[in-house]
T-cell receptor, first 110, second 113 residues
């Protein structure tokens, strides 16, 4: 499984945008980019995924570099409830399994 | 609410005891998974079942067995618990081989003393 690299931790202020980076220089053409988050004492929660184009949903936006070697998860207005560990995972569509790395711990200050 | 249900939520075992963690999903998903999460770590895949009747090893299968009882249920068994198996265990399920995301349960916190 291809690897991803994320910062260990990031801080944000409430109601400001947050950009969470992820590097995946060994990504293959069949790998999707998935993001999950895990709130304290809860199971992980699916956030968003994409292949080549930028994606938006009610939770976040995913910006994918043109060469697909990096991506950024964007939370448009951080709230205190967004404090969590965010995982960027490369997912092989045909029989792939989610393999978690260390993730980025996001803290949100009021 | 629809989703993945895990039982029990908490369990304390003595070294050498056995137990089965239960997982059930009501979303008609084909694939199911068991993960463990140690303090301060990411999740590690123990076993998975791509479809009813099949199971495969993940990253850390030693010391565990699984049963895909039917499409809804996927159980994880510890035959002889060890302190190293103290962890939080998460079950998950997915459709379309996970492309549209996994749904996770709320976890079972297991302590082996």
């Amino acid at each position: 499984d291809a690897k991803t690299t994320q910062p260990n931790s990031m801080e944000s202020n409430e109601e400001e945008p947050v950009h969470l980076p992820c590097n995946h220089s060994t990504i293959s053409g069949t790998d999707y980019i998935h993001w999950y988050r895990q709130l304290p004492s809860q199971g992980p929660e699916y956030v968003i995924h994409g292949l080549t184009s930028n994606v938006n949903n009610r939770m976040a936006s995913l910006a994918i570099a043109e060469d697909r070697k990096s991506s950024t998860l964007i939370l448009h207005r951080a709230t205190l409830r967004d404090a969590a560990v965010y995982y960027c995972i490369l997912f092989y569509n045909q029989g792939g399994k989610l393999i978690f790395g260390q993730g980025t711990e996001l803290s949100v200050k009021p | 609410n629809a989703g993945v249900t895990q039982t029990p939520k908490f369990q304390v075992l003595k070294t050498g005891q056995s137990m089965t963690l239960q997982c059930a999903q009501d979303m008609n998903h084909n694939s199911m998974y068991w993960y463990r999460q140690d303090p301060g770590m990411g999740l590690r895949l123990i076993y998975y079942s791509a479809s009813e009747g099949t199971t495969d090893k993940g990253e850390v299968p030693n010391g565990y067995n699984v049963s895909r009882l039917n499409k809804r249920e996927f159980s994880l068994r510890l035959e002889s618990a060890a302190p190293s198996q103290t962890s939080v265990y998460f079950c998950a399920s997915s459709e379309r081989q996970g492309l549209y995301g996994y749904t996770f349960g709320s976890g079972t916190r297991l302590t082996v003393v």
